[in-house]
């Protein structure tokens, strides 16, 4: 994603496009960055739950080998 920002940045000064300022380049890879951002974070909330879930089946697997009477002392 950030090559993808100096592409489009480039390109657009290839292209000969009118200058933007400084700030409105700012404005948009702020933007580009934020949006990111939140991606990153729904992906660690997915890994995360995979984890949990991840652990969870494996204790309900290790549980399944044992009998109630194992269990109890």
Do not use: P, T, W
């Amino acid at each position: 994603m950030a090559g993808r920002i100096v592409i489009d940045l480039v390109e657009d000064e290839l292209n000969c496009e009118e200058a933007e300022s400084y700030q409105d380049k700012i404005a948009k890879l702020e933007g580009k960055v934020a949006k990111m951002e939140q991606e990153i974070d729904v992906i660690k909330e997915m890994i995360a739950d995979l984890k949990n879930s991840s652990h969870e089946n494996s204790l309900d697997y290790d549980l399944r080998g044992f009998s109630d009477k194992d269990l109890e002392g």
